[in-house]
């Protein structure tokens, strides 16, 4: 009694094989699963490092917002001032206050801050910047910032000068030792009125955010100057609080309100960039769902192909199923000339795509050489370079996608070949 052979047996393989490497005499075979091959390659290699660039540019942007500010603002709510009549939000018990914050389980610092808005001026030139006071201590643990490896100067100087974004170094035109100066509207008090305050500091240190819109603006002064500059004796505008976890923020949320009082108020970092956040997944599943149909497309090629092919090896498939050649056989010789075009194709489009991510630099240098410079501007995407980040799940997304819809269409013409009537395909031989 004779044995049917197993599934996807030598003999399937020897078959599929010899129809992959068709010559073009035979049809031009090889020539479509070449198109086929390079299509699935290129969509996947798309795919990936959109993914990738995706990837990074996200962690990259919350980088930045954590490494250099606070992960939740805490500060007063307004009380209306009974001598000037203004409303009045700052903190009198600031260092109890931060006391209490720090005693949360998951702070890992509260630092109180002062806050203003000023004209920096050094010769003839002026720029807008955003003053934080904050003392030496907490500013040195402040990870972007006290970054040694992209700042210039001595930070352990900063009780003694003034520290500087490098955009605001840039756009002034000083540098380390240079003496900028701190114009503010509201200064000194006199019978007269309230007269513009002007203060020179050293510049002791510059420091790079790596985001555009903080190290175009930011300055930080020591918090004592700092009130005595704002007029802020005895009192903070609000309180820096990081965190260990920041991802969860806002499970702190309830026990911050509680230790900050009756008036305190609570402001997380995801409170602040949660809606830029929520844009850019939005973004990235509608950029997954357009490259996944630019797979598809490419994967269609492969239906092309298979068709060509079952139509030119139509007398081979009759001479193969009179020799005794089940339909199961057929449809899997056909099904393995599909799938390895998708295999082989998936393959090489994943190590392209990693290879991209990986040295995304010097390739991303070499077009903006090529494109005369500019081609990334900071002052827009608010980063200073194109980041990309080779994630796992990522990349696996990619392949499931691409071998699925590569294994899918190939069923179909497989499907074809295997039901052909073997007298009809031998009746004009």
């Given at each position: 009694?004779?044995?049917?052979p197993?599934?996807?047996?030598?003999f399937?393989?020897?078959?599929a094989?010899?129809?992959?490497?068709?010559?073009?005499?035979?049809?031009?075979?090889?020539?479509?699963?070449?198109?086929?091959?390079?299509?699935?390659t290129?969509?996947v290699?798309?795919?990936?490092?959109?993914?990738?660039?995706?990837?990074?540019?996200?962690?990259?942007?919350?980088d930045?917002?954590?490494?250099?500010?606070?992960?939740?603002?805490?500060?007063?709510?307004?009380?209306?001032?009974?001598?000037?009549?203004?409303?009045?939000?700052?903190?009198?018990?600031?260092?109890a206050?931060?006391?209490?914050?720090?005693?949360?389980?998951?702070?890992?610092?509260?630092?109180?801050?002062?806050?203003?808005?000023?004209?920096?001026?050094?010769?003839?030139?002026?720029?807008?910047?955003?003053?934080?006071?904050?003392?030496?201590?907490?500013?040195?643990?402040?990870?972007?910032?006290?970054?040694?490896?992209?700042?210039?100067?001595?930070?352990?100087?900063?009780?003694?000068?003034?520290?500087?974004?490098?955009?605001?170094?840039?756009?002034?035109?000083?540098?380390?030792?240079?003496?900028?100066?701190?114009?503010?509207?509201?200064?000194?008090?006199?019978?007269?009125?309230?007269?513009?305050?002007?203060?020179?500091?050293?510049?002791?240190?510059?420091?790079?955010?790596g985001?555009?819109?903080?190290?175009?603006?930011?300055?930080?002064?020591?918090?004592?100057?700092?009130?005595?500059?704002?007029?802020?004796?005895?009192?903070?505008?609000?309180?820096?609080?990081?965190?260990?976890?920041p991802?969860?923020?806002?499970?702190?949320?309830?026990?911050?309100?509680?230790?900050?009082?009756?008036?305190?108020?609570?402001?997380?970092?995801?409170?602040?960039?949660?809606?830029?956040?929520?844009?850019?997944?939005?973004?990235?599943?509608?950029?997954?769902?357009?490259?996944?149909?630019?797979?598809?497309?490419?994967?269609?090629?492969i239906?092309?192909?298979?068709?060509?092919?079952?139509?030119?090896?139509?007398?081979?498939?009759?001479?193969?199923?009179?020799?005794?050649?089940?339909?199961g056989?057929?449809?899997?010789?056909?099904?393995?000339?599909?799938?390895?075009?998708?295999?082989?194709?998936?393959?090489?489009?994943?190590?392209?795509?990693?290879?991209?991510?990986?040295?995304?630099?010097?390739?991303?240098?070499?077009?903006?050489?090529?494109?005369?410079?500019q081609?990334?501007?900071?002052?827009?995407?608010?980063?200073?370079?194109?980041?990309?980040?080779?994630?796992?799940?990522?990349?696996?997304?990619?392949?499931?996608?691409?071998?699925?819809?590569?294994?899918?269409?190939t069923?179909?013409?497989?499907?074809?070949?295997?039901?052909?009537?073997p007298?009809?395909?031998?009746?004009?031989?």
């Open positions: 009694m004779a044995r049917t197993a599934p996807f047996a030598p399937e393989w020897m078959i094989w010899r129809y992959l490497r068709a010559k073009r005499a035979e049809g031009g075979v090889s020539v479509m699963t070449w198109i086929s091959l390079v299509g699935i290129l969509a290699f798309a795919l990936i490092a959109t993914l990738a660039v995706r990837s990074g540019f996200r962690a990259e942007f919350v930045t917002i954590l490494g250099a500010n606070a992960h939740v603002t805490v500060y007063n709510a307004g009380e209306v001032d009974a001598q000037s009549g203004r409303i009045d939000r700052t903190i009198q018990d600031y260092e206050m931060a006391e209490r914050v720090r005693a949360v389980p998951g702070v890992t610092r509260a630092a109180p801050l002062i806050k203003g808005q000023v004209m920096a001026s050094a010769r003839d030139r002026n720029a807008g910047v955003q003053v934080f006071g904050i003392a030496p201590d907490d500013l040195r643990s402040i990870p972007r910032v006290a970054d040694p490896e992209t700042s210039r100067g001595d930070i352990a100087s900063f009780a003694q000068g003034i520290a500087i974004g490098s955009g605001v170094a840039q756009e002034l035109g000083v540098g380390i030792g240079d003496r900028i100066k701190l114009i503010s509207p509201n200064g000194v008090k006199t019978a007269f009125g309230t007269s513009p305050r002007i203060n020179a500091y050293d510049v002791v240190y510059i420091f790079s955010a985001r555009y819109d903080i190290d175009r603006v930011r300055v930080y002064l020591p918090f004592d100057e700092a009130q005595s500059f704002f007029n802020r004796e005895g009192r903070a505008d609000e309180l820096e609080v990081m965190v260990s976890e991802e969860n923020v806002d499970e702190l949320a309830l026990p911050l309100l509680r230790a900050a009082g009756e008036r305190g108020q609570v402001w997380t970092w995801q409170d602040a960039s949660g809606s830029f956040l929520r844009a850019l997944e939005v973004e990235d599943n509608v950029m997954f769902i357009i490259l996944s149909i630019l797979v598809l497309i490419a994967a269609m090629n239906t092309s192909g298979l068709i060509m092919l079952v139509k030119n090896k139509g007398r081979d498939i009759g001479i193969l199923r009179t020799m005794g050649l089940t339909e056989s057929v449809l899997r010789v056909f099904f393995i000339c599909g799938a390895f075009t998708g295999l082989i194709g998936t393959a090489m489009g994943v190590v392209l795509g990693c290879l991209f991510a990986l040295y995304i630099d010097p390739i991303f240098s070499l077009v903006n050489v090529m494109m005369g410079g081609v990334w501007d900071p002052s827009i995407r608010g980063i200073y370079h194109l980041p990309a980040k080779l994630q796992f799940g990522d990349v696996m997304s990619a392949v499931s996608l691409s071998l699925a819809l590569s294994f899918v269409v069923i179909f013409p497989a499907r074809r070949a295997a039901r052909m009537n007298v009809e395909a031998l009746r004009y031989e």
